[in-house]
């Protein structure tokens, strides 16, 4: 063989490994984005349920500084987060913007009370939980009224359940896809060299023999592969910090390190399953069954 025709079946074999590294790595690229939506589920339910305003009207001539030192009573119920007070002044700002700056015309004096805006932590977001904060909080001789949207807690629930159900089947389905695109891609390159494995069977080579060198091959395939889509899942993150800023604070970066893992590990253990049976069907072909 001459000196030209090594160097184009050498650029061949270097084509080929590359492609077949670019499409596990566009595979696992997909993994990890699902994983990185699947350990951050519990993240973007928190802060959903976070954000969930309970407003704590106040009665009709209750002064700033009374509901200020009510305000510290309600911080001291278990499962409240924060409390945000709502002076007359900002009430009528924010009426006005609503309602028009008229509104105020037909009263003689302001119907606006102060008012608290209270925030509960994620785990007490529920109905019985709230109803019992509820309850605590109008037992004050301030309080007129505890408003705050029933459906729209029951909805949250049950809409975040569902959604982390289908986000759960998705990624299985996923990694599903993902084994067989990553199968079919390993059985292209590993087929063009049934020859040589039905030539080292010739002479004797076992099975664990053959299978060897390419198990060693799948398992850097699959590690370069995995670290190319994690740099590409990091280049993502990067510019979903610079893009959507508020979004990027919802997702918990300590879980990236297992997101990451997730990708590295599903590399190398798809890489090598697909190899170990690629390479033991064609081990186990006929000379006949190799030219089809």
């Not at 008229?102 to 302001?110: K, R």
């Not at 925030?119 to 007490?124: K, M, T, Y």
């Not at 605590?136 to 009224?145: A, H, N, Q």
């Not at 060897?212 to 091959?217: E, T, W, Y």
């Amino acid at each position: 063989m001459s000196e030209g025709e090594s160097r184009l079946i050498r650029r061949r074999l270097v084509g080929a490994w590359l492609s077949t590294v670019v499409s596990i790595s566009l595979v696992l690229f997909l993994v990890g984005v699902a994983s990185l939506l699947l350990v951050n589920a519990r993240s973007v339910s928190d802060y959903f349920k976070e954000n969930l305003q309970i407003s704590v009207m106040m009665k009709t001539g209750v002064s700033e500084e009374s509901a200020m030192a009510f305000r510290s009573v309600i911080d001291s119920i278990p499962g409240v987060r924060q409390t945000t007070l709502i002076p007359v002044e900002q009430g009528v700002r924010e009426m006005s913007e609503l309602l028009g700056e008229d509104f105020l015309n037909v009263f003689e004096i302001s119907p606006i009370p102060v008012s608290i805006d209270v925030s509960l932590n994620a785990d007490h977001v529920w109905a019985d939980s709230i109803d019992v904060i509820r309850k605590e909080i109008l037992t004050s001789p301030l309080v007129d009224e505890v408003v705050y949207q029933q459906s729209l807690v029951d909805k949250l629930n049950t809409n975040l359940g569902k959604i982390s159900m289908v986000l759960g089947i998705f990624i299985a389905l996923l990694l599903f896809i993902s084994f067989v695109l990553i199968n079919n891609t390993i059985r292209l390159n590993v087929f063009s060299k049934r020859f040589s494995i039905h030539t080292m069977k010739l002479v004797g080579a076992t099975k664990a023999f053959i299978r060897g060198p390419f198990l060693v091959q799948s398992v850097f395939q699959g590690m370069f592969s995995a670290l190319v889509a994690i740099a590409m899942l990091v280049a993502l993150l990067f510019f979903i910090r610079r893009e959507f800023v508020q979004l990027f604070e919802i997702f918990s970066l300590d879980l990236l390190l297992v997101v990451m893992g997730i990708v590295f590990a599903s590399g190398i253990i798809i890489c090598l399953l697909s190899t170990y049976f690629v390479v033991g069907k064609l081990v186990s072909l006929s000379k006949d069954e190799l030219y089809y």
